[in-house]
Nanobody, 125 residues
Framework: QVQLVESGGGLVQAGGSLRLACAAS????????MGWFRQAPGKEREFVAA????????YYADSVKGRFTISRDNAKNTVYLQMNSLKPDDTAVYYC??????????????????WGQGTQVTVSS
């Protein structure tokens, strides 16, 4: 069992930055690929970014490439999402996710083993 707790959400003006963090419980953090998803009101949950167990592979949604950076610290059981140049379209609840699979399977919501409770990010225009 893995528990994920997100932090760092909030209200920011367009063009601003936020850094999300996701702390994981348990001693098996480095057994999981980690990712971030988001869900805006009335929309489906969508993939944002993911990082493999040892950070050798990183994936981004086209909508955030060049603006968001995912990273992880296995010693601290934590994954981060640095979000720069935020846009109103980035407004959503952001969820941390853990996946025990391989490759890019973490990009599919159906392959997620554990979810965090979500943190709200609101970008004002």
């Amino acid at each position: 069992q893995v528990q994920l707790v997100e932090s760092g959400g909030g209200l920011v003006q367009a063009g601003g930055s936020l850094r999300l963090a996701c702390a994981a419980s348990g001693r098996t953090f480095n057994s999981y690929a980690m990712g971030w998803f988001r869900q805006a009101p009335g929309k489906e949950r969508e993939f944002v970014a993911a990082i493999s167990r040892s950070a050798e592979f990183i994936y981004y949604a086209d909508s955030v490439k060049g603006r968001f950076t995912i990273s992880r610290d296995n010693a601290k059981n934590t994954v981060y999402l640095q979000m720069n140049s935020l846009k109103p379209d980035d407004t959503a609840v952001y969820y941390c996710a853990a996946n025990s699979g391989s490759g890019s399977s973490i990009r599919d919501v159906r392959n997620i083993d554990y979810w965090g409770q979500g943190t709200q990010v609101t970008v004002s225009s």
